[in-house]
Nanobody, 117 residues
């Protein structure tokens, strides 16, 4: 049973930073990659960043490149997303997605990020 746990969301001022975490006891052995997405109410869920199980490959959406960093925290069986220079339009629910080698996907319940003065 996969049980992704996201944490680290909250309220931050524009230009500020937050660090999100997505943990599962089976990471990294159970999954081939983990990703972060976000969703604004009324809009489609959009991709943010992805990291492979080995940590050797990462990729980012153009909108976050240079400001967000995804990395492994193996000591805690987690993947973290460091978000810097946050903008008000990035207020959204942030979701973790874990993907297995046989194309199974699992989603966490999400963590709310609010960027506001």
């Amino acid at each position: 049973h996969v049980h992704l746990v996201e944490s680290g969301g909250g309220l931050v001022r524009p230009g500020g930073s937050l660090s999100l975490s997505c943990a599962d006891s089976r990471w990294p052995s159970r999954f081939s990659s983990m990703s972060w997405y976000r969703q604004i109410p009324g809009q489609a869920r959009e991709f943010g960043a992805r990291i492979t199980e080995s940590g050797g490959s990462t990729n980012y959406a153009d909108s976050v490149t240079g400001r967000f960093t995804i990395y492994r925290d193996n000591g805690k069986n987690a993947v973290r997303l460091q978000m810097n220079s946050l903008k008000p339009e990035e207020t959204a629910m942030y979701y973790c997605r874990a993907s297995s080698a046989d194309a199974e996907d699992y989603w966490g319940p999400g963590t709310q990020v609010t960027v506001s003065p």
